[in-house]
C-alpha cells in the first residue's frame, strides 16, 4: 500500500498502520455472533427487565437524597453536560372541608349553585329513587348492574358458540384486539440458557441488536 508524499512520490505505508485495518484476533467469536429474530427480542426483553430492575431501585435511592427545588446536573470527564436530575417543589392548593362554608363563599361571591343527586353510596339516593318510581317512573333510567349485564351475555355468547343463534338485540364483536406477547421462560434451564447468551453477548450489543446502532 502506498501514500502520497508532497515531493511527488509515494512511498510504502507503515506496516503498523495496515494492521489497523485487519479484523482483531484478539475479538471474542461471540461477539459475531449472530442470533435470530425471535432470539434477540427474548434477549433484549431479559436486559431490559434486569436494566430497569437496577434503574429503578437506583432512581428510588436517589430521590431520598435529593430535596423539593434541588437539581443535580450530570456531566463527564469532560464537563459535556450529559443531563440533570431534579426534584420539583410541590405545588399548594386550597381545599374546603365543610361543604356548607363552601356553598355559603358561592353564593355571596354569585357563583352558580348546581344541584345534583347524591352519590350512590348515600341513603339518600335510593330514597330519591323510590320516590321517583312511585311519583314518576318515567323519569328514570332503568337498568342492570354490570356484573348481571357480564352473566346474560356470558349466557348468549356461550349459546351462540354452541348453535350460532342469536337474540334479538346482541351482537357478537371482539372482546379483545390481536398483540404480541413476549414471555421469557421461568424454568430454571431457561432462565439458565437465557442467562448464559446474555453473558455470552456481553461483550456486543450487535449480536443481539442485528448489528444495528443504538443512540
Known amino acids: 500500500m502506498l501514500q502520497h508524499h508532497k515531493c511527488g512520490g509515494f512511498a510504502p505505508v507503515r506496516k503498523e498502520t495496515e494492521n489497523l485495518m485487519q479484523p482483531n484476533d484478539n475479538t471474542p467469536e461471540h461477539a ?7 432470539q434477540r427480542v427474548i ?8 436494566l ?5 431501585a437506583e ?16 456531566t463527564n470527564e469532560q ?6 436530575a431534579s426534584m420539583s417543589q410541590p405545588n399548594k392548593k386550597a381545599v374546603c372541608s365543610d361543604r356548607a362554608t363552601l ?27 323510590d320516590l321517583l318510581f312511585e311519583i314518576r317512573p318515567d323519569l328514570l333510567d332503568s337498568g342492570v348492574s354490570k356484573a ?11 349459546k351462540w358458540q354452541i348453535t350460532g343463534e342469536l337474540p334479538a338485540g346482541w351482537e357478537i364483536t371482539d ?5 404480541m406477547t413476549i414471555r421469557k421462560g421461568s424454568d430454571k434451564v431457561a432462565k439458565a440458557s437465557i442467562e448464559h447468551m446474555i453473558t455470552a453477548a456481553s461483550d456486543s450489543l450487535a449480536a443481539i441488536t442485528d448489528g444495528k446502532e443504538t443512540d
Open 103 to 129: 356553598l355559603a363563599m358561592a353564593d355571596e361571591d354569585g357563583a352558580e349553585i348546581i344541584d345534583a343527586l347524591p352519590p350512590e353510596g348515600d341513603p339518600r339516593h335510593q330514597e330519591i329513587i
Open 79 to 84: 464537563g459535556v453536560k450529559l443531563g440533570t
Open 148 to 158: 348481571d349485564e357480564k352473566h346474560l351475555a356470558d349466557k348468549v355468547l356461550e
Open 32 to 38: 459475531n455472533a449472530k442470533y435470530d429474530l425471535a
Open 175 to 179: 372482546a379483545s384486539t390481536a398483540r
Open 52 to 56: 430497569y430492575e437496577v434503574h429503578k
Open 43 to 50: 434477549l433484549q426483553a431479559a436486559i431490559l427487565g434486569k
Open 59 to 74: 432512581k428510588k435511592q436517589l430521590e431520598k437524597e435529593l430535596q423539593p427545588g434541588d437539581k443535580r446536573t450530570v
